[in-house]
């Protein structure tokens, strides 16, 4: 990246961010804004890609619901994103978990997982 444009941004980057993985059960509290009222939604799922650098960064959230797989991508970076919580660790063997899109039912949330268990932390 450009030493410029990393020295403009880097005001921008937060430093509040707990480090994950892809692979990992995540929370991702966000900010929503409805009319003149703002209230905070949480997304659970697993982290299946990590994408750019800096103030560039993205990650994708994949989890089921109803029966449907939903993904959303979440400019790590954003005021919008309030803070994030870490549900389960894993142990991926890939740098990106596309494959569980094929996936249905209890296989597409099966990944090699170790329990995280936040008193501890």
């Known amino acids: 990246m450009n030493p410029i444009i990393k020295e403009v941004t880097a005001s921008q980057v937060k430093s509040d961010i707990p ?20 209230r905070i939604q949480i997304f659970a799922g697993i982290v299946i890609a990590r994408k750019g650098g800096g103030i560039h960064e993205s990650f994708t959230v994949r989890r089921i619901s109803y029966g449907e797989g939903v993904e959303r991508v979440f400019p790590l970076n954003s005021p919008n994103i309030d803070k994030i919580e870490i549900d389960r660790e894993s142990v991926p063997m890939r740098a ?17 997982a170790k329990r995280f268990d936040s008193a501890k932390a």
Do not use: Q
């Open 19 to 38: 480090s994950f993985k892809v692979g990992d059960g995540v929370r991702v509290h966000t900010k929503v804004r409805e009319g003149d009222k703002e």
């Open 96 to 112: 990106r978990l596309y494959y569980l899109r094929d996936r249905k039912g209890k296989a597409a949330m099966a990944i090699k």
